[in-house]
């Protein structure tokens, strides 16, 4: 093998380690699925460096194994990430019962509540709705620093 082939079969095996890497990387640091593909596409491109295979035949395997292992895991490993998402203080409040400690009345924007050692303001889930201070209330949603109720099923 002359000099000028064994330079350029080198070079692109640690090109390719180097894609692998820098991939993985830039995936570690920004945990947003958007370079691992490239760790795949570059392992195959790389053992295709091995093999001898010309680079034009390295960086169509690059790509085409790239867009497929896109194309085939980011959905169920998107979905994977998002069932271990960890609730916050506020989302454990959705669906609690609390008792109203003054009226809910969107045209007075009046009603508050409070549940542990907070204070919430509180709005109707809908706002034609006057409910009167006393009264249990379910807590469906946050926007802000307002919780959107509805009277609580007696």
Sequence with gaps: ME???VFWQFFYQFFWIIVMIAAGVIEILTVSLVSIWFVAGGAVAFVLSLLGVPPFWQWIAFALVSLLVLFLFR???????RKNHVPTNVDV???K???LKETVDEEKETGRFVIGDQEWMA??????MIIEAGSLVEIVRIE???AIVRPAAE
């Design 3 to 5: 000099f000028a082939a």
């Design 93 to 95: 409040m959705i669906g």
């Design 123 to 128: 709005r109707a889930e809908d706002p034609q």
């Design 97 to 99: 019962t609390v008792v």
């Design 75 to 81: 959905g169920k490993i998107a979905e994977r990430l």
């Design 144 to 146: 802000g620093v307002k």
